[in-house]
C-alpha cells in the first residue's frame, strides 16, 4: 500500500500563503489520483483538490478556485498544495490520499475513494 507524508502546515495571517507537500513511497506506480482534503473540527472531511498522478487532469472545491493550485513532481513522488489568499476559513487539519487501484476513472473527487492517507498536517489562518 502507497505510504504518504505530509509536510508544510503551520500558521499563517488571512491574505498569506502556504506550500503543502505530501511524498509518496511503496508502489506508486500504481497511483490513479492524489488528492488534497481538509477537515475542520466538528465537521466532515472534504475535498480540497485532486490531481491525476498521468496526466494533467485536476479538481478543486469551489471554495478554492483561484486560491490554492495542486501540482505534482512524478521524479520525487510528491504532490503539491500551493494556498494563496488564505482566509480563515481554510483553517483545518489538511490530509493528503492516494487512489491506487486502477481503474478507467478520469479523476477521483471523493474521500471515499481513496484508500491512503497521510497523518494530516495543520493549517491555522488568522484574522
Known amino acids: 500500500q502507497v505510504q504518504l507524508v505530509e509536510s508544510g502546515g503551520g500558521l499563517v495571517q488571512a491574505g498569506g500563503s502556504l506550500r503543502l507537500a505530501c511524498t509518496a513511497s511503496?508502489?506508486?506506480?500504481?497511483?490513479?489520483?492524489m488528492g488534497w482534503f481538509r477537515q475542520a473540527p466538528g465537521k466532515e472531511r472534504d475535498v480540497v483538490a485532486t490531481?491525476?498522478?498521468?496526466?494533467?487532469?485536476?479538481h478543486y472545491a469551489d471554495s478554492v478556485k483561484g486560491r490554492f493550485t495542486i501540482s505534482r513532481d512524478n521524479a520525487k513522488n510528491t504532490v503539491y498544495l500551493q494556498m494563496n489568499s488564505l482566509k480563515p476559513e481554510d483553517t483545518a487539519v489538511y490530509y493528503c490520499?492516494?487512489?491506487?487501484?486502477?481503474?478507467?476513472?478520469?479523476?477521483?473527487?471523493?474521500?471515499?475513494?481513496?484508500?491512503?492517507w497521510g497523518q494530516g498536517t495543520q493549517v491555522t489562518v488568522s484574522s
Open positions: 511503496g508502489p506508486t506506480y500504481s497511483i490513479h489520483t
Open positions: 490520499a492516494a487512489h491506487s487501484v486502477y481503474s478507467t476513472t478520469l479523476i477521483y473527487t471523493q474521500a471515499a475513494d481513496f484508500g491512503s
Open positions: 490531481i491525476r498522478w498521468t496526466n494533467t487532469r485536476t
